[in-house]
């Protein structure tokens, strides 16, 4: 068994590791489009375009907190 199957096998085995790695992807893409969201809010003019990504920013944060404390459970730190 090479190195590369080795690897490939020991993260199939671990659901752990694949269900952090997903958590940290979502993560990541949570964190880009909050940063998106914010690009929107700091160019808008319209004060309706201003409202609607205050809510959008605000569910993302809450989607990322929430992300976060699932990856903390599942590291056994929270």
Known sequence: MTQTDKKRASRQTDPRLEARRELMDSLNHTKTLINQAYGGFNTASDSDLIE???????????????????????????
């Not at 605000?58 to 056994?76: M, P, S, T």
């Open 52 to 78: 609607s990504y205050v809510f959008e920013i605000n569910a993302l944060q809450a989607r990322y907190n929430y992300l976060l404390r699932q990856v903390k459970e599942l590291e056994g730190t929270a």
